[in-house]
């Protein structure tokens, strides 16, 4: 953080990958570093939010977390996306952001839930473009996701390697609208098609 910024510029600020694993005392001085810019952002992403709660940030920071999905999956150190999650609706900054990526099997309500309490500025998807095998989420449900959230988020960011997932929606042969599942099976969800929603009988439920 010893060069200068400029007016305007967004700049990343990440430390050994993960600003949380900074030391207080050089998080704190990079903080600083940050207000002495008050024209520049500064873009923070960490998987650990609830380090920024002990600090105080200027307004030209933007405090990032990563949620790729809220189900817990083996293979990170990282805390929970639940309580990831709760740091940032307890975060009291302007600027919050949230990073999906790699985008992993995820609950459709509970993550706009989540992301309506948290209130970010921006979101950014992606998806695990280096084939990691991760356990992806269906097609609908990302498409899903992104139009969900377009209704409240000002800026979602889809990174170029989601346009894998997303070009295996399944489309309406009637309408062309985006196929969504419910209970089950694949319905159209345009209201003016005839094939909207077809009821399913009790019984099967
Ligand atoms: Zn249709």
Same mark, same amino acid.
């Given at each position: 953080?010893?060069?200068?910024?400029?007016?305007?510029?967004?700049?990343?600020?990440?430390?050994?990958?993960?600003?949380?694993?900074?030391?207080?005392?050089?998080?704190?001085?990079?903080?600083?570093?940050?207000?002495?810019?008050?024209?520049?952002?500064?873009?923070?992403?960490?998987?650990?939010?609830?380090?920024?709660?002990?600090?105080?940030?200027?307004?030209?920071?933007?405090?990032?977390?990563? !949620?790729?999905? &809220?189900?817990?999956?083996? *293979?990170?150190?990282? %805390?929970? $996306?639940?309580?990831?999650?709760?740091?940032?609706? #307890?975060?009291?900054?302007?600027?919050?952001?949230?990073?999906?990526?790699?985008?992993?099997?995820?609950?459709?309500?509970?993550?706009?839930?989540?992301?309506?309490?948290?209130?970010?500025?921006?979101?950014? !998807?992606?998806? &695990?473009?280096?084939?990691? *095998?991760?356990?992806? %989420?269906? $097609?609908?449900?990302?498409?899903?996701?992104?139009? #969900?959230?377009?209704?409240?988020?000002?800026?979602?960011?889809?990174?170029?390697?989601?346009?894998?997932?997303?070009?295996?929606?399944?489309?309406?042969?009637?309408?062309?609208?985006?196929?969504?599942?419910? !209970?089950?099976?694949?319905?159209?969800?345009?209201?003016?098609?005839?094939?909207?929603?077809?009821?399913?009988?009790?019984?099967?439920?």
């Amino acid at each position: 953080m010893s060069k200068k910024f400029k007016p305007g510029e967004f700049v990343a600020v990440s430390l050994m990958g993960d600003i949380s694993f900074a030391q207080n005392e050089e998080f704190q001085r990079i903080i600083d570093r940050t207000s002495k810019f008050p024209e520049t952002r500064f873009l923070f992403c960490t998987k650990n939010p609830a380090r920024y709660l002990s600090l105080e940030f200027p307004d030209n920071c933007v405090l990032g977390a990563t !949620i790729e999905s &809220d189900v817990i999956y083996s *293979g990170t150190k990282a %805390p929970s $996306p639940m309580s990831r999650y709760k740091a940032m609706v #307890q975060l009291k900054h302007l600027h919050k952001f949230i990073s999906i990526e790699p985008v992993m099997k995820f609950d459709l309500s509970t993550m706009v839930y989540w992301m309506s309490r948290i209130g970010p500025e921006i979101v950014e !998807i992606g998806g &695990d473009n280096y084939g990691h *095998g991760l356990p992806e %989420p269906e $097609p609908w449900q990302v498409w899903a996701l992104i139009k #969900q959230l377009g209704k409240f988020v000002p800026r979602i960011i889809q990174k170029p390697g989601l346009d894998r997932i997303l070009g295996k929606v399944e489309r309406c042969g009637l309408c062309g609208e985006v196929m969504i599942k419910i !209970i089950g099976s694949m319905v159209c969800d345009n209201k003016t098609c005839q094939r909207y929603r077809q009821p399913v009988p009790k019984s099967r439920r």
